[in-house]
């Protein structure tokens, strides 16, 4: 933007200003470089708490065009307050289209989930992470974390897996669950459930991890590899449900639980809003949505 | 007789300086496998300036510390690539801390305590290492329904013994100590020594051991050095040290202890 | 007959620092040697140092000058200027020395004690537990206490595990001090018993006996460390 000849606008496109962003990119570009190692970078203070994505909002920041269409999912639903917040903001910064739909999306900001729908090349993920370091649960020291990574001692990290087989009888953890990328860097996905980890394995779009807290930015370039960690007796598996999404019938999609009522009747729907939308438009139906009645079902 | 092919461990001209003050300093000796030396002397005298010396936790201002490694033989430990130290630290070498909670990881369970160093080298099967883990509490004496307990439900006795095993699962040839019995009441103290002589024995351990406890020293050690003011002010046979001391300090030392 | 000690010119004296510095010297010029088979017996009034020179040949004490040449692993070897590691390979393998007094650490059971120095050497577990209770049973320890830490013992029992772990070994070389003391007369005779037997085995002995008749009993001849005593009157 050449802001000197035009109107001086309230603020810079997609509020953070050029050198800013410009410091940011260097940061992604060698998060880029070296797939799944975590790159400080400058955080600025943005408008909203630490916490609400904050690092997300930074990274979406530095790599938003204005052609650009920008979906914001937060827990697999663009309605959430967060999801709603952020997407308002870029709309109102910077200009540019918003949309629910995966596929319509050029950038997808996210919290906790990967979308159902299979991304392409030309798309981007951006997650908000939390806590970047996937050793800190054992290690509390961040010069002796950082000397982990850098020799690639991540035994530390099969101990918490050991941890929750001895105590569950099998391994507990299952979101933010880590993993190997490009065999050599330990990461820390955020907390998606693991459900969606095999979905960043060779996945073609780029995905950008922004922390804001933390100051941590790193990065899965398209097709890189993503092993989640397991024991060779106690193989990774994603979760499964024995219901199906009640809305659209789905068999293959993260389920969340609803709680209809206070007599314990419950359903299961689709984590991602959109995902079930689009295949009720093309006539999928789950069991609590036959004669496309949801109500008369729940009155049942 | 003594092949110095043989030897383990060998430390030359070893010097500490804390800026102008004296960490330890002109530090010599040879350790062959299977023995235990023990470092004596009061608290100040630097004995574990040099204990963290030589096991590569403590960069020293001058002086060697050589190691004969399993597979390249004799080399000097500093002069490792940091990967290959850190490997050997958590590998061939073991140490013990005086307090459990400096080498124990209290949130995880005793058993993931023992397994930690089967994971950092490699082991990637559950059922294995949480055999070894049970195998190596039954060695230290720790029933095995303790194996999913966390150290900090454990006595203080038995967090030691935990850190005992957590060290020994990768079957080390060298080990450290700094003061084990330390925190120890005397009942619980003749339990571990026993154990610690025991593994010693049986596992044909190297030990190089520091204590202010002149009893510990006799009954752990074959070897002993006396430190004052960071230096070794006389060592040899621990009985001949104990029992004929030459040197003033160690007289004064060996005159100071109660009568057992 | 092969010669299995050589003691020459040997000289003590002990520095006490911790009262200014006071040298007091002890013994000068001992010659003396053993040969297989030998039982010397050390003779001299109390505290005329007998103690003192076998502790210097056990390198438990350091000697001021002079050598002692112990035959070990089929060469001399000096003790005297021997490194640690090589006197506790000599400990383990050539010289023996039951002392008048029992260290070890408690909860150890009295079994293990008397076994150790056998499987120190390689023996299996099951052999050296085997002897050990041969000898305890000899020496009249009741079975019910080898389980236990001889830490309890009353003082003769004490000496009789100290002799049964001195004796397990078979060492070319052994020093006694006074083995005998404090037993009755069933089990001094055991452990004259013992001496005769490890002189048959060839071993060389050199003993502190406190009674004549024990003395006389398994001795081959005498040696008077009082004559290189050095009186000190300060």
Known sequence: ?????????????????????????????????????????A??????????????????????????????????????????????????????????????????????????????????????????????FLEPRETETRKMHA????????????????????????????????????????????????????????????????????????????KSLDFEDHPFVIQSWEDVC???????????????????????????????????????RGPQNRDDSLTEEVAL | MSRDSNILLSIRDLTMMYGSRIGCQDVCFDLWPGEVLGIVGESGSGK???????????????????????????????????????????????????????????????????????????????????????????????????????????????????????????????????????????????????????????????????THDLAVARLLSNRLMVMQRGRIVEQGLTDQVLDDPQHAYTQLLVSSILQT | MTDMLKVEKLAKSFTLHTQGGTTIPVFEDINFSMQAGDCIGLTGESGSGKSTFMR?????????????????????????????HDILEIRKVTMGYVSQFLRVIPRVSTLDIVAEPLTTLGASEEAAKDKARQLLSRLNIPERLWSLSPLTFSGGEQQRVNIARGFIADYPIMLLDEPTASLDAGNRQTVLDLIEEAKERGSAILGIFHDQAARDAVCTDFFDVTKHRIEYDG
């Not at chain 2, 020594?193 to 024995?201: E, G, I, K």
């Open chain 1, 1 to 41: 933007m050449n802001y000197q000849q035009t109107e001086i606008p309230d603020y810079n496109f997609a509020y953070l200003d050029e050198q800013t962003k410009r410091m940011i990119r260097r940061a992604l570009l060698k998060a880029v470089a070296i797939p799944g190692y975590q790159v400080p970078f």
């Open chain 1, 43 to 136: 955080g600025r203070e943005m408008p909203m708490p630490y916490g609400w994505g904050t690092g997300g909002v930074q990274v979406t920041a530095a790599v938003i065009g204005p052609e650009d269409t920008l979906k914001v999912i937060d827990q697999g639903s663009d309605d959430t307050t967060n999801a709603v917040s952020i997407r308002k903001f870029f709309a109102r910064t910077a200009g540019v289209e918003t949309t629910e739909k995966t596929a319509d999306a050029d950038i997808i900001q996210t919290r906790h989930r990967i979308p159902e729908h299979p991304l392409r090349e030309d798309q981007i993920l951006v997650y908000q992470v939390p806590i970047p370091e996937p050793l800190r």
């Open chain 1, 151 to 226: 020799l690639e001692e991540y035994g530390l990290m099969h101990v918490k897996l050991y941890e929750d087989i001895a105590r569950h009888g099998h391994i507990a953890t299952t979101y933010a669950y880590p993993a190997l990328i490009n065999d050599r860097y330990m990461m820390d996905p955020s907390p998606i459930p693991k459900f969606d980890n095999p979905k960043m394995d060779m996945m073609p779009a780029l995905q950008l991890f922004g922390a804001g807290r933390e100051k941590r930015i790193y990065a899965l370039p398209p097709y890189t590899k993503v």
């Open chain 1, 246 to 284: 009640g809305l659209c019938g789905a068999k293959d999609t993260f389920l969340d639980e609803v709680i209809l009522d206070d007599q314990g009747n419950r359903m299961f729907v689709c984590s991602d809003s959109d995902h079930c939308n689009e295949r009720q438009a093309k006539g999928h």
């Open chain 2, 48 to 210: 574990s300036t040099l204990l963290n010396c030589i096991s590569a936790q403590l960069e020293p201002s001058e002086g060697q510390v050589s190691y004969n490694t399993r597979i390249e033989g004799m080399k000097e430990v500093y002069q490792m690539s940091e990967p290959e130290r850190r490997l050997l630290m958590r590998t061939d070498w073991a140490f013990v801390h005086q307090s459990p909670r400096d080498g124990l990881r209290m949130n995880v369970s005793a058993g993931a305590n023992v397994g930690e160093r089967l994971m950092a080298i490699g082991n990637r099967h559950y059922g294995d290492i949480r055999q070894s883990a049970e195998n190596w509490l039954g060695k230290v004496e720790i029933e095995s329904d303790r194996l999913d307990d966390l150290p900090s439900t454990f006595s203080g006795g038995m967090q030691q013994r935990l850190q005992i095993a957590r060290n020994l699962v990768t079957g080390p040839r060298l080990v450290f100590m700094d003061e084990p019995t330390g925190g120890l009441d005397v009942s619980v103290q003749a339990k571990l020594l026993d154990l610690l002589r025991s593994l010693v024995r049986d596992l044909g351990l190297s030990v190089i051991i520091v």
């Open chain 3, 56 to 84: 210097m040949l056990y390198a438990n004490y350091l000697c001021a000058s002079g050598s002692v040449n112990v035959f070990h692993d089929g060469r001399w070897v000096d003790i005297t200027t021997a490194t640690p």
